[in-house]
């Protein structure tokens, strides 16, 4: 019998923080690097998380990384550069969004098929994916190692999220009857449309503006409080629910 499934960003959907800016916070606070730089990525994930399109998907990212391994001329250790993501994920899965961690946690007892699809680094999607008991999942960059070393080069995937999306599809056989998938930006409106039930997370601007477009349902998480928008009558409707 074929699997329903659900698809799910990380960054700012199920991690409330982008596991790159943890990781750029890491290294900072080891003295990896100086604060400089680590500002300059910080300032730049937060730029393109308001405006991003599916066609820069990962490509920011790329830009990113490129701008920390410039701030490590000599690269990473593959040791440090591992244990460093330990951590990262670590306080990643202590920081989840509750709607997102719970929902993930309902539909995989509800037998379905679960999808991370990630503009982060492999080996941290990787890590974190499978701790919250993912079975598929793909990271939008790739470090080049060197002997034993992290060199600077970077490789990024040239697909959009539906592209990718459609390629897991056919691999596992998947039904996309019932499907849902959850996003919280613009370049996550591709998957979104390819999708029975589609929910908007914590929405970008751009995101939200689609959305009611589309009269897709909208969740915000604030705190410990789940705010479900509906749409009606052209206007969404809040409804408040305690998850604490």
Known sequence: MRKQFAVFDIDGT????????????????????????GRQIEVMLHDYRQRIADDDFGGYMKQAVEILFKALPNGLRIEDYSEITDAIVKTSLANTYVYTRELVQTLKRNNFFLI???????????????????????????????????????????????????????KFDLDTRGSTAVGDTSSDISVLEMVDSPIVFNPNQALFKHAKEKGWMVVLERKDMVYGMVLENGQYVVKTVNIS
């Open 14 to 37: 199920l991690a409330r923080n982008s596991l790159l800016q943890l990781m750029v916070r890491e290294l900072v606070a080891r003295g990896k690097i100086d604060i400089g730089p």
């Open 116 to 170: 991370a699809i990630s503009g982060s680094e492999v080996k941290a999607v990787s890590t974190f994916a499978r701790a919250m008991g993912f079975d598929a999942w793909v990271g939008e960059v790739s470090y080049v190692e060197r002997d034993g070393r992290l060199t600077g080069e970077v490789n990024a995937l040239h697909q959009t999220k539906a592209q990718i999306l459609r390629a897991i599809i056919k």
